[in-house]
């Protein structure tokens, strides 16, 4: 069993930047970022294996990037500019295979809220 804990969520203005924290119990093969709105269904942000390889949906591409540390077992997602439509709660997910859509993860944290005010 994976344990997953988000932090760092907040909220902020149009343009200001933010870094979401998962700190997790142990990796699996894919550590990824998904995100939910109010009334939407929930959409993959971005994801990295175990090699390093990182796949971006088009939301992200430019502002948002991925990182992990496996000496503190902690998944990061720098977000820079946001803006309001990126207002959601941010999930950090793990999974045995990649692939950005929410069916393809196995573990789940509770979720980081992230409010962007125009």
């Known amino acids: 069993q994976v344990h997953l804990v988000e932090s760092g969520g907040g909220s902020v203005q149009a343009g200001e930047s933010l870094t979401l924290s998962c700190k997790f119990s142990r990796s699996l093969y894919c550590m990824g970022w998904f995100r939910q709105a109010p009334g939407k269904e929930r959409e993959g942000v971005m994801e990295?294996?175990?090699?390093?390889?990182?796949t971006t949906e088009d939301l992200a591409k430019g502002r948002f990037s991925i990182s992990k540390d496996t000496a503190t077992n902690t998944l990061y997602l720098n977000m820079t500019n946001l803006k309001p439509e990126d207002t959601a709660m941010y999930y950090c997910?793990?999974?045995?295979?990649?692939?950005?859509?929410?069916?393809?993860?196995?573990?789940w944290g509770q979720g980081t809220q992230v409010t962007v005010s125009p």
């Open positions: 990295i294996d175990t090699d390093g390889t990182i």
């Open positions: 997910a793990a999974s045995r295979i990649c692939g950005m859509w929410p069916e393809a993860y196995d573990a």
